[in-house]
């Protein structure tokens, strides 16, 4: 069957890049104090659906992913349902569903990662894809950034570097059991290794 990308996923693009405009990826203050070069976010999320519509997923899932990270970022409840008004049903629980929390203040980090790890033993393929996708891009860019201004990549976590490769080794567990017809656990368990040894 073919996934062909229609006028919703076109739309789904212009609501992202307008949603995240002033939104850059997370830099380390010593990056900052370097006056390291802000990317802007979107770039993020044109990975993530680049790796869902890769691996197969559905037009719905591919809007998910440009959108995965709009809720829980730029509004909560309210953009959800914006974007449920806008994309229907499937694509905002999807994207719910990738949001670690919503609330305000966040809950500490370690209490949302376990919260997590435990919501995606449940979670439906078309979450666990999207899901996985933004985890593999954002290790990606761990690498990437490690090799460019060295440890101070960790910094940007607030989490010792120990606890950050924690979590991503338990989602690659989770991945790997649980999206079997998917390449993109494997893609995430080479990039944990490449992590370790960093």
């Avoid at 802000?38 to 899932?61: C, F, N, Q, R, S």
């Avoid at 690498?143 to 960790?154: A, E, L, N, T």
Wanted: charged share 30%; with cysteine; proline share 3%.
């Amino acid at each position: 069957m073919d996934h062909l990308l229609n006028a919703r996923f076109r739309e789904a693009l212009l609501f992202a890049s307008q949603l995240h405009a002033s939104q850059y990826r997370k830099l380390a203050k010593e990056e900052k104090a370097g006056n390291a070069k802000k990317i802007p976010y979107v770039g993020h999320l044109l990975a993530v659906a680049a790796l869902v519509i890769d691996d197969g997923g559905t037009e719905d899932e591919a809007i998910a992913a440009l959108l995965h990270d709009a809720a829980e970022d730029q509004g909560g409840e309210a953009t959800l349902l914006r974007i449920e008004a806008l994309f229907g049903n499937e694509v905002a629980a999807i994207v719910s569903a990738c949001s670690d929390t919503m609330e305000e203040p966040k809950p500490e980090w370690e209490v949302r990662k376990r919260r997590y790890l435990e919501h995606l033993s449940d979670a439906p393929q078309k979450v666990l894809r999207v899901s996985c996708a933004d985890k593999v891009h954002n290790a990606q860019s761990i690498i990437h950034d490690h090799r460019r201004v060295g440890d101070v990549v960790w910094n940007r976590f607030h989490r010792p570097k120990d606890r950050v490769i924690w979590y991503y080794d338990e989602l690659a567990k989770i991945f790997r059991l649980k999206l079997q017809e998917s390449i993109l656990p494997y893609e995430l368990e080479r990039l944990v290794a490449e992590m370790k040894r960093l």
